[in-house]
């Protein structure tokens, strides 16, 4: 019902900038006819064939003078009460030193591809052209977006896009889960439809980005793939952290930045921007971008320089200047220098591997594992957790996608160290008005009333609230007097195109032995945890996303049943040989 194309892109996609004038940025393809963008001081300029013409004529012009169709995302200007105006350019804050890559796979609907004719491969070539045209938007941040994977729908779309855009995004990350995360490892997964929803661009999870569940937007746009690498930008955006610029002290380099919510055109991102992107970073949000794709995984234009690590190359610096301080590789051959072991990667410092146990993924939660270096590679190993289902919070709570998610927690996150969830009756009396403030989600053209067995799945409701802490961002507040408490909810206005924080978490336990998932209080056999520890890890571990066992400390894997060093065959290992060496010989030791 599908093709999922597995290629190797011929050399014709360039990045570049215009000689001698700085700032400035090219993004080519030259595969049939001449395409592209450019970018030079605050004007943006487009380029491609003039299908019209028999002698080979090419069209440039404005992006700023392109007639489209007004999209936006659906966010009411709301001027934030505390503003601090943005003091200079000077000021901006550095990008993030360390390169960090989105593995990104596209999904093209059935839609638009008879749109372009059945056409498989001007589909894949058109979506080439996007990627890098949107690799080349994220390079000032020191982001890589390197294509993955490419699947078109050549037969019938493989979900319902029927509805609204937060309907089709919920069935579209579902069918990502379930599905295409099997097919190809990716960090991101974007769906590009034909149909519009009223008016809205697209939608996306904010900070989603290394989220098995969440990784993923819907994008919707014409036949112009410059305007469509804006949007997918912008909704790839949020995944990654970022949040609207509308009302926000933000500074831009032109008159509207990536993440406004309209359809700007733009190739800018904004300080905001930039300033999400690293309290995703920080906040440990952003642990899957510091995967190098390998050289077998991408579809990019394999050459040496353009700082991606191709087939037969050790390592790539990029151009001759960007290798002048790079003391690993050779800029000329994309080789390591002599004596280097590697060039970059986690598990990489001053050209040497890291040894094997050292921490390159940390936990950030007691539902999280940590990750260790193997010794012999650069390359961290890929992100596990405890699997979902496994009891944490003392029993009070359940691990999803590696967080514990409770009640409490949601509402510290949002009001502040002392704030803890409302009563139920808190829950059930908002919730069942169905309005922006108290919902089971978004339906249609309006707000979902919860049934009563669902309200504890719908809008968070907190209690002992004293301040605001998220997204620099003034929400409209509400409060609601029930049975002598103060029941507090917030709505950000974020727009059409970004999920709700302000709903309860999906994962969170809302009853005994019953969990919320899609603003439904449903049974926790939905999980599928299946670890009986005691039988499966001997009572010395837990089972992993994996499945697999990942051993306490003082046992080994894979079923943690005789003395080790604990960890599990996902983890990489918790030691190194001079250390097992050592513990060989201590345990060789009789006895008195």
Same mark, same amino acid.
């Given at each position: 019902?599908?093709?999922?194309?597995?290629?190797?892109?011929?050399?014709?996609?360039?990045?570049?900038?215009?000689?001698?004038?700085?700032?400035?940025?090219?993004?080519?393809?030259?595969?049939?006819?001449?395409?592209?963008?450019?970018?030079?001081?605050?004007?943006?300029?487009?380029?491609?064939?003039?299908?019209?013409?028999?002698?080979?004529?090419?069209?440039?012009?404005?992006?700023?003078?392109?007639?489209?169709?007004?999209?936006?995302?659906?966010?009411?200007?709301?001027?934030?009460?505390?503003?601090?105006?943005?003091?200079?350019?000077?000021?901006?804050?550095?990008?993030?030193?360390?390169?960090?890559?989105?593995?990104?796979?596209?999904?093209?609907?059935?839609?638009?591809?008879?749109?372009?004719?059945?056409?498989?491969?001007?589909?894949?070539?058109?979506?080439?052209?996007?990627?890098?045209?949107?690799?080349?938007?994220?390079?000032?941040?020191?982001?890589?977006?390197?294509?993955?994977?490419?699947?078109?729908?050549?037969?019938?779309?493989?979900?319902?896009?029927?509805?609204?855009?937060?309907?089709?995004?919920?069935?579209?990350?579902?069918?990502?889960?379930?599905?295409?995360?099997?097919?190809?490892?990716?960090?991101?997964?974007?769906?590009?439809?034909?149909?519009?929803?009223?008016?809205?661009?697209?939608?996306?999870?904010?900070?989603?980005?290394?989220?098995?569940?969440?990784?993923?937007?819907?994008?919707?746009?014409?036949?112009?793939?410059?305007?469509?690498?804006?949007?997918?930008?912008?909704?790839?955006?949020?995944?990654?952290?970022?949040?609207?610029?509308?009302?926000?002290?933000?500074?831009?380099?032109?008159?509207?930045?990536?993440?406004?919510?309209?359809?700007?055109?733009?190739?800018?991102?904004?300080?905001?921007?930039?300033?999400?992107?690293?309290?995703?970073?920080?906040?440990?949000?952003?642990?899957?971008?510091?995967?190098?794709?390998?050289?077998?995984?991408?579809?990019?234009?394999?050459?040496?320089?353009?700082?991606?690590?191709?087939?037969?190359?050790?390592?790539?610096?990029?151009?001759?200047?960007?290798?002048?301080?790079?003391?690993?590789?050779?800029?000329?051959?994309?080789?390591?220098?002599?004596?280097?072991?590697?060039?970059?990667?986690?598990?990489?410092?001053?050209?040497?591997?890291?040894?094997?146990?050292?921490?390159?993924?940390?936990?950030?939660?007691?539902?999280?594992?940590?990750?260790?270096?193997?010794?012999?590679?650069?390359?961290?190993?890929?992100?596990?957790?405890?699997?979902?289902?496994?009891?944490?919070?003392?029993?009070?709570?359940?691990?999803?996608?590696?967080?514990?998610?409770?009640?409490?927690?949601?509402?510290?996150?949002?009001?502040?160290?002392?704030?803890?969830?409302?009563?139920?009756? @808190?829950?059930? +009396?908002?919730?069942? !008005?169905? #309005?922006?403030?108290?919902?089971?989600?978004?339906? $249609?053209? %309006?707000?979902?009333?919860?049934?009563?067995?669902?309200?504890?799945?719908?809008?968070?409701?907190?209690?002992?609230?004293?301040?605001?802490?998220?997204?620099?961002?003034?929400?409209?507040?509400?409060?609601?007097?029930?049975?002598?408490?103060?029941?507090?909810?917030?709505?950000?206005?974020?727009?059409?195109?970004?999920?709700?924080?302000?709903?309860?978490?999906?994962?969170?336990?809302?009853?005994?032995?019953?969990?919320?998932?899609?603003?439904? @209080?449903?049974? +926790?056999?939905?999980? !599928?945890? #299946?670890?009986?520890?005691?039988?499966?890890?001997? $009572?010395? %571990?837990?089972?992993?996303?994996?499945?697999?066992?990942?051993?306490?400390?003082?046992?080994?894997?894979?079923?943690?049943?005789?003395?080790?060093?604990?960890?599990?065959?996902?983890?990489?290992?918790?030691?190194?040989?001079?250390?097992?060496?050592?513990?060989?010989?201590?345990?060789?030791?009789?006895?008195?």
């Amino acid at each position: 019902n599908s093709s999922f194309l597995v290629f190797f892109s011929e050399h014709c996609h360039f990045q570049g900038y215009v000689e001698d004038l700085p700032g400035s940025s090219v993004a080519l393809s030259i595969c049939s006819g001449l395409r592209g963008v450019l970018q030079m001081g605050n004007a943006t300029y487009g380029l491609e064939p003039l299908e019209s013409s028999t002698s080979f004529q090419h069209l440039a012009y404005r992006l700023e003078d392109m007639r489209t169709e007004p999209l936006e995302c659906g966010t009411p200007h709301v001027e934030p009460v505390h503003v601090t105006p943005f003091s200079h350019p000077s000021t901006k804050r550095a990008i993030l030193h360390q390169t960090h890559f989105v593995e990104l796979l596209l999904v093209v609907d059935n839609e638009r591809f008879v749109h372009m004719n059945r056409n498989q491969t001007a589909v894949r070539d058109g979506m080439v052209q996007l990627a890098n045209y949107i690799d080349s938007m994220y390079a000032p941040l020191n982001i890589r977006v390197v294509l993955v994977g490419l699947e078109i729908w050549s037969q019938r779309n493989l979900i319902n896009t029927d509805g609204g855009a937060g309907e089709v995004l919920a069935r579209f990350v579902q069918w990502r889960e379930q599905v295409l995360g099997s097919r190809r490892r990716h960090d991101s997964a974007q769906l590009v439809l034909r149909r519009s929803f009223g008016g809205t661009a697209g939608m996306a999870f904010v900070s989603a980005v290394c989220s098995r569940s969440h990784g993923g937007g819907i994008n919707y746009t014409g036949s112009s793939v410059l305007v469509l690498a804006s949007i997918v930008a912008h909704e790839l955006g949020h995944n990654l952290g970022m949040n609207h610029d509308d009302g926000r002290a933000c500074y831009c380099d032109a008159t509207r930045c990536i993440m406004n919510s309209g359809t700007t055109g733009s190739r800018n991102f904004s300080s905001c921007s930039s300033d999400d992107f690293e309290k995703l970073i920080l906040s440990g949000g952003g642990s899957c971008l510091l995967n190098v794709p390998q050289p077998d995984e991408a579809y990019n234009t394999p050459y040496c320089g353009n700082k991606l690590l191709d087939v037969g190359e050790e390592c790539d610096c990029g151009s001759d200047k960007e290798c002048e301080s790079d003391p690993c590789c050779e800029a000329q051959t994309c080789r390591l220098r002599q004596g280097a072991q590697c060039a970059d990667g986690v598990c990489c410092k001053n050209c040497q591997f890291l040894p094997a146990g050292a921490v390159c993924r940390p936990t950030h939660d007691e539902c999280d594992l940590p990750e260790y270096c193997n010794g012999s590679s650069p390359v961290c190993q890929s992100d596990v957790f405890k699997q979902n289902g496994h009891p944490c919070r003392a029993g009070h709570a359940y691990c999803y996608n590696g967080q514990c998610q409770h009640y409490d927690a949601q509402c510290q996150a949002i009001f502040g160290s002392k704030a803890k969830v409302a009563p139920e009756v @808190c829950f059930r +009396a908002v919730n069942f !008005k169905g #309005d922006r403030f108290g919902n089971c989600g978004y339906q $249609g053209l %309006g707000y979902r009333k919860c049934e009563i067995r669902n309200a504890m799945c719908g809008k968070l409701q907190c209690e002992n609230v004293q301040t605001v802490t998220v997204f620099g961002i003034e929400p409209s507040i509400i409060q609601t007097p029930i049975a002598g408490t103060k029941c507090w909810g917030v709505d950000f206005m974020l727009g059409s195109d970004v999920p709700d924080p302000g709903m309860v978490n999906e994962g969170t336990r809302c009853g005994e032995n019953m969990v919320c998932l899609n603003y439904q @209080c449903v049974s +926790a056999d939905v999980l !599928k945890y #299946d670890c009986d520890i005691e039988s499966k890890c001997n $009572g010395h %571990g837990v089972c992993n996303s994996n499945k697999n066992c990942h051993c306490d400390s003082g046992w080994a894997p894979p079923t943690c049943e005789v003395r080790g060093y604990g960890g599990s065959v996902d983890s990489g290992p918790t030691w190194n040989g001079e250390e097992s060496q050592l513990w060989l010989s201590l345990s060789a030791i009789p006895q008195p």
